[in-house]
């Protein structure tokens, strides 16, 4: 079934250490977005990339990256895990044009403590 | 409407029933809105958009209406069933890609059978 697929579905991550979410998505789509989900405070964009090659920050990048090395893929990298990163994971694509439909992974559950 | 704490406001219906889900967004720039359903445990699921050239589209059960004077959107889902218990948010977007795409907090809805 075509779609986007994170990994891992949870992770628990002792403070300090690095951390890599993995995303994959066999659409072909040429966008791709991390966002991250917290009660409260909705949808919030991390990190993105247009095309592959290219990316750029979102509304809360601090202590993320991101690379785009094909279109498939676009791992989400916690150099350094904090607390305040406890959340859930979104990865998601589209086509890249303004009125498609954004398509998103499961999630991944991520407890630094 | 859209959450403005921690809690997501909740309507309850019964099966049936219509259902009728608010969200005022806030830019006036917006040209584009997209409704979407997240079921507990899943990634956001898309319905419907909406682009600012249009007052009302419909699908399949669903239908969005588009109010540009105040701002406001709504999502009409009619003979609602208990799977359309789930979260239920607006997003708005301007101009093309979705790194502009901003996010409503929520409603949450709960369909009794």
């Known amino acids: 079934i075509a779609g986007i697929t994170q990994a891992p579905t949870s992770q628990i991550l002792a403070a300090g250490r690095r951390m890599t979410l993995r995303c994959t998505q066999d659409?072909?789509?040429?966008?791709m977005y991390w966002y991250r989900q917290d009660l409260g405070l909705g949808l919030r964009l991390i990190h993105y990339?247009?095309?592959?090659?290219?990316?750029g920050k979102g509304e809360v990048p601090d202590g993320y990256s991101v690379s785009r090395a094909n279109t498939d893929d676009f791992p989400l990298t916690l150099a350094s895990a904090v607390p305040s990163q406890t959340s859930v994971y979104f990865c998601?694509?589209?086509?890249?044009?303004?009125?498609?439909?954004?398509?998103f992974g499961n999630g991944t559950r991520l407890t630094v403590t | 409407g859209e959450s403005v704490g921690l809690h997501l406001p909740t309507l309850s219906v019964q099966e049936g029933d219509n259902s009728i889900i608010n969200c005022a967004y806030s830019?006036?720039?917006?040209?584009?809105f997209i409704w979407y359903k997240q079921e507990s445990g899943k990634g956001p699921q898309f319905i419907i958009d909406?682009?600012?050239?249009?007052d009302k589209r419909q699908g399949q059960r669903v239908t969005v209406l588009l109010n540009k004077t105040v701002k406001h959107l709504s999502l009409q889902i009619a003979a609602t069933q208990p799977g359309d218990s789930a979260v239920y948010f607006c997003?708005?977007?301007?101009?093309?890609?979705?790194?502009?795409?901003?996010f409503g907090k929520g409603t949450m809805l709960l369909v009794s059978p």
């Open positions: 659409m072909r789509h040429n966008a």
């Open positions: 998601a694509s589209s086509t890249g044009q303004g009125d498609s439909p954004l398509h």
């Open positions: 997003a708005e977007n301007r101009g093309s890609g979705y790194s502009t795409l901003t």
């Open positions: 990339s247009n095309t592959a090659g290219t990316t």
């Open positions: 830019n006036s720039a917006s040209d584009y």
């Open positions: 909406i682009r600012s050239n249009m």
